[in-house]
């Protein structure tokens, strides 16, 4: 098929874009650069270096009868969309609008969107469905939220079909080490821990120590970058075979907590990696896990990736060449 990918230089992106071309299809990333690199571009995808808010080029780009577009630029740091709601409202809901206004002008027929396990907002129980409450607490998780239901109604209109996929959180680097792009300014934790153990950083901060959870410190579900690769190329057979869109959540329906990640990293990198407790950020709810049996159901994904050895041994091996 021909997918374009709209982001594909991005962290996510571009292993999802490894997995595409891995499948024998035929792959167009467009990126503005503003956190994706060049370093994750491969020689046999094509690219084009645009914005998702400059309409025309946008549509340019997604003429010539894409099979299907991958969502996955955005403004992602929760933080910030509370002080900057406007940034958000601008590159995530507008810029989204321009794709699919192209979309339907460029007759592509699916839409694989980057949701966000922030669209539920505090968790009233967990494992988290897809069933669960959607009250988000960040202006980042209400616009994942939002453009959900723009797709929503495209479907409904326009005979669009999409896969709204929410990710938990996303960590780990290609198993095969064909992607080496750091994140700039990463506020995610794995990467923060190998800042630290690869001495771009001092130390890691650890929010809270208090929480009802077994050591303390906050409980979340992890899923591998691999894995969520391949739930794209997933959901894209099911939609495209069953001419239906759906929204799954994607993690590895494990909760690992924050002192449990700095141990394991301690242990596989040999570095001593200081980490200092601070306090609890506001809105961080003490634990949030996962159930993606939806996924395992309908699109036949499970996580294989997703185990914290994995997780930790394939970011090492990006990280410790920054040394
Ligand atoms: N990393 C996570 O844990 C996580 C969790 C849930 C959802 N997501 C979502 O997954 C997607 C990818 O996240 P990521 O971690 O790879 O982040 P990323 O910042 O590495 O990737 C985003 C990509 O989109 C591009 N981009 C942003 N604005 C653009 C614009 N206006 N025009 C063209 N390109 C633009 C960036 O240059 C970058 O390559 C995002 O939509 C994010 O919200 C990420």
Redesign the pocket.
Known sequence: MNILI?????????HVAREFLDRGHSVRV????????RL?LFPEAEFIH????DYTGLSRASAGGFDAVV??????AVGESMIKPEKYSV??IN?TINILNAAVEGGIKNIIF?????VFGRPEYLPLDETHPTNPESY?GFT?LEIERFLGWYDKLLGIRFAAL??????GYDVKGRIKGL?SNPT?LIPVIMEAASGMRKEVEVFGNDYDTPDGTGVRDYVHVSDLAIAHAMALDYTSKNDKSITVNLGSETGISVLEIVEAARRITGKPIPATIVGRRAGDPGKLTATSKKARELLNWTAKYSDLDTLIKTSWDVYKNQQ
Do not use: M, T, V, W
Request: net charge neutral.
């Open positions: 709209i982001g594909g230089a991005g962290y996510i992106g571009s467009f990126d503005n650069l503003s956190s994706g690199l994750n645009g914005d998702i808010l969502h996955l630029a955005a403004f992602k590159n995530n810029g980057s949701s966000s396990a922030a980042y994942k929410r990710y938990f959180n996303a960590a994140e995610n």
